[in-house]
């Protein structure tokens, strides 16, 4: 049985905004889903398990781990704080592999999912032109690598509209041929809320599914397709502009039950109606006028470089050994 | 006298925007202004002549010829629609340039407000690499220069966070050595609505204003300040989350209305406020959260370029003779 | 028997340099090597038909047909001449296509080698962005698709040290999966003379062989390999130092030979050896002072955006019956 | 009296190559030319000034202190090596800044010369992007500027092509309203050797003259034309084809002189005759055929970013007391 994700409107791909939708107060648990929150020096990392099927519907999510890095002041250019963050996230990412089975010896492939001409969409391409690929050495003089390097790979296999082949097809192709143990995905998401967009990194280990992130996906990247795992690690880039609405208009809402208990007066029906009805209310309107665009903040080409270095230097030290993981922005340009 | 612009607190500059929000109803007409709309073959041209002092006060704007172009469908990718678009533009703008008194024999400096690194500010930029220069052939050559030439020059001025030289400034100083007769200023400018956004190109003979356009600039570019007329064109490229939120709320107002003569049960207080009430509410809110981004449409990266090209060769038919002006797209690469 | 072509010491990825270096006077015809020029307009048509083993050794390249276009003046930027030289790529590469055996109804697939971030190397990629892909059009809704379209797909597979997988590996796997009848594919080439850089396109069903371009590619696109044939389009987009300087030091031969027939005096020693022992000379003395790089002209980014539109725009024309390859600029951006 | 620099015709715009064109012996003192040469750690220093009218017209150039950094291995991608470069370069920098008078308090204006849309001539808006300006806080809010931080501001002001106005024009416009005390100009020059292309940083008192550098300047930026005076960081990133062969037939001439003195059997006249007469002659064969060319190696993407960086940080440290120049790379991004 499979859940399905298309009952749940509000447009998200973060399992962060899901659960939040489905219980606002982080201090009542969801039966099947294990939750674990800590801030620390300005990044919060969230776990979430999702259990078993109950937790699954319960917040319409895959059963699997999700780690949630947020860093809203990401947004203020420091580059202090971007070595900070790519090092935290290489310690978190390195557990996050053993946690989930990933072996020191397992050959890796990384598909950089998306679109190089699209900046929102351009994450993924990014990552794989800055992360360490070893797969050459191990074939070629196999006797010669030193010790601390694992055998890495990556792709950018395109999207569907530059390509015309499935990005999902063409990871199996090179799957087959080049034969790794786990697939890690990079891709673009969409967020709920605007202030999520490039603060936030998360990992799952249930693979890319039809219809998630930025692309049209008819096909993902599983391990039913694949045979092999697949970890994907997904950033917010872009938000619809009726989610934006919704969410502020939620976020009037909570603004308003703090200083007075007549929100309905306020707000009248957008008051009482549940979110989602909320959310299809908005998009009835505005989507026949054509105001229902994808839309991403105005420094998108500095937030996707600045996210790529981190995941990419992020990845290096996580998945080699041998790269020093305490300075870990050193080793991509 | 001058007219505050702050006080009028919706954030845009299209003249066209102002007015709606002063006057929804296009059919009633505003004492000291005169205007005129024509719609063909998808391209809607607004002419608003702001005649005095009440008109200005009326909707907030300088006194002085606005001309804008709409051209919804722009956001599907279609050639022909774009050499259509240049091309009116061409015609539209070689007119309006002798309505302001612009003379043949009128050398022309291009100023290309805005960042290179910036997509959605790169609009001016982008033109200034685009379009045809020629004083250097006038300067050095001036017996070989081919009749239907003007004499025209370009600079990207850049931008105050890379520079540390106010835009304005570098003007002058540009202005003083190479003795242009008039200035025509690319801006990328902030809209109300989305939908506008890369959709539409306004001309004004008002110079560039402080404050206006994406940029913090805190001098313009005024006839005042550089002692020769200077010509704006602008073209929204970003929306403020405030704004598509309040805009979005007007829409379902709207929307509404036509079924139910009930919107004050549906959208409560939002719906007695006036837009400005509404707009400052909306920021009151979202701003402390750091949620009132500036946006862009994903697409950025080529709405841009698109624009880019049709306001150079637009440019390029306008200001030389010699320019076929039949079809202008391929003077520009 | 294959002919080896390490033999063949001058580095020249082009048929008529290797055929020029044999026999430098065209008129005197080689056994087993077919030949046919043509100039029009400025641009001039070359077709080598190696036609036997005979032919493959004389000339030191592998039996087939090579249609190579030389546009020299494609250097001064002038885009009504480019718009030539696309049209005609187009109507020769469809008269190729016949020739070859490549059916109306085939199914092909574009695949630019090359590395994106080097630019002499990326005209591969750019021709993958800009050629019109329909696979999924005829995968996803085949009732729908106008006649007079083929399926065609593209992809980028990426460069050795990007990737970690050999570019054949990646090609075969996407092959497998997406089954087409025919490969099209894009390379970049080293040239023996500066002036063919960026002047020259050369097609060839012979495939894409190890060494040949300009990544270190240790495996070739070939029908042995992939089971269908794989037709090549090389540009020469950069030349070694070496060969440069051995170029110039025969240009000077044939000059002083035109003036005195005492150029035994002028050149010393030079004037005597072979071609391939004077390049042998020079590589041993630049080589050590690693002075043997490779060059490309410093326009190199507006030479490789014109070809690739004109090779993107000459697909296009030539794969699609309904593209009216009387005008194939208009396709491409 | 000036020098006339056209009398010299190999084409460099370096004093190294001047000064070895004139006496390849390094030991034997040029009178009115003072040298000093030091290596540590792969990072060659020298330092040349041309003391008076008989040194400068012994090497033909002009008085004043060029000191020149060559890093051979920098053309080996090596992160560590360019951050040691980039601090090397800050210390050199801020001695020779004391040397020819610049104080700590004088106000700086960065020129960076050349073309964005030109690889090999972009050097200089790419250091203009990368560098730290802080003219803008001095004047918007004096009181709050930290110590250890001078006033900076950065202008790249296009080339004559693009902007129809002589970079010398614009520049004298921004003088005149920012009123700085000294000039740094950066420039893309021509070297007469390739191995020096993108190894090379060059620093002259001399300003920015003539004919210099890569695109066509028919002005200069120097004291004499802006009151006040102007420094020149040079980097070579192009060499002409005539330069390469004529500079390869001098490397052969070394290298058989070594093994015979019999090196007029092998290289005939062109061992007699002198480096200019020879260029002369390289010229005469190649340029009527248009092979000329101005080339650049194939990795100039990743040279011109890499040596933009360096600059850079070094002018950030060398310029700011604030900032450590022990670490100089983590300034820029």
Chains 1, 2, 3, 4 share one sequence.
């Not at 946690?99 to 990384?110: A, D, P, S, Y």
């Not at 990005?167 to 143990?181: A, H, L, M, N, T």
């Not at 998360?202 to 219809?211: S, T």
């Not at 299809?280 to 500095?302: F, M, N, R, S, Y």
Request: contains cysteine; hydrophobic residues 40%; aromatic residues 4%.
């Amino acid at each position: 049985m499979t859940v399905d994700l298309k009952a749940y409107s509000v447009r998200t791909d973060l399992a962060l905004e899901a659960r939040e939708l489905v219980q606002p107060d982080a201090h009542i648990p969801i039966p099947g889903v294990f939750e674990d929150v800590k801030e620390e020096a300005g990044i919060k990392v969230t776990r979430i398990h999702v259990q078993n099927e109950e937790g699954a519907r319960a917040i319409g999510r895959l059963q699997g781990r999700y780690l949630t890095l947020e860093v809203p002041s990401l947004r203020r250019k420091d580059s202090k704080l971007q070595d900070r963050v790519a090092t935290k996230f290489a310690q978190l990412f390195a557990d996050y592999l053993k946690e989930v089975g990933v072996q020191e010896n397992h050959k890796v492939l990384i598909v950089g999912l998306g679109n190089w001409n699209v900046t929102p969409d351009a994450l993924g391409p990014m990552v794989v032109e800055n992360v360490l690929v070893t797969r050459h050495y191990f074939e070629l003089m196999p006797d010669q690598v030193s010790p601390g390097y694992r055998q890495v790979s990556a792709v950018a296999p395109g999207v569907l509209g530059i390509t015309g082949i499935e990005s999902s097809e063409i990871v199996q192709g090179i799957v087959e041929k080049s034969k790794p143990d786990v697939i890690i995905a990079i891709d673009a998401l969409a967020s709920k809320s605007l202030e999520r967009v490039n603060t936030t990194i998360q990992v799952a280990d249930i693979g890319i599914h039809p219809g998630s992130g930025i692309g049209n996906k008819r096909k993902g990247l599983t391990k039913e397709l694949l045979g092999i795992p697949c970890i994907a690690i997904g950033v917010p880039t872009v938000c619809y502009a009726s989610t934006i609405v919704n969410n502020a208009i939620e976020m009037m809402k909570s603004h308003f039950a703090q200083e007075t208990d007549q929100t309905r007066d306020i707000l009248g029906m957008l008051d009482d109606i549940s979110e989602d009805e909320r959310l299809a209310l908005v998009k009835e309107v505005l989507q026949p006028l054509g105001h229902d665009l994808i839309v991403t903040p105005k420094e998108v080409d500095e937030f996707i470089e600045d996210m790529g270095n981190i995941i990419a230097s992020g990845l290096n030290a996580a998945l080699h050994e041998a790269v020093d993981n305490s300075n870990v922005a050193a080793y991509t340009h």
